[in-house]
Nanobody, 117 residues
């Protein structure tokens, strides 16, 4: 079963950028659609975006569209979430999840992103 590990979180000022990584082991990431979610304290988990396993397509929630991009390096077994023009409301723990057959087979442990002045 594929296992996922997120990294790249940290603290940044509004308007800054971060790049999160979702690294896979025990499976080939090219076989999976990788979805990103985030959860802020006291709030429900929120969908962020998807890197679809075939066709190189991506999709994003309206709240991040135009600011976040997704890419993958299949040779390294990593999907990247590039976050630009970060806002205070982007503060959350970010998770990636692997989907192949309509269900999530694996979730990462999360990485914290804090946007503050």
């Amino acid at each position: 079963q594929v296992q996922l590990v997120e990294s790249g979180g940290g603290s940044v000022q509004p308007g800054g950028s971060l790049r999160l990584s979702c690294a896979a082991s025990g499976g080939t990431i090219s076989s999976y659609t990788i979805d990103w979610f985030r959860q802020a304290p006291g709030k429900e988990r929120e969908y962020v975006g998807s890197d679809i396993r075939s066709g190189g397509l991506t999709a994003f929630a309206d709240s991040v569209k135009g600011r976040f991009t997704l890419s993958r390096d299949n040779a390294k077994n990593i999907v990247y979430l590039q976050m630009n023009r970060l806002k205070l409301e982007d503060t959350a723990t970010y998770y990636c999840a692997a989907e192949q057959t309509g269900t999530y087979e694996s979730w990462g442990q999360g990485t914290q992103v804090t946007v503050s002045t």
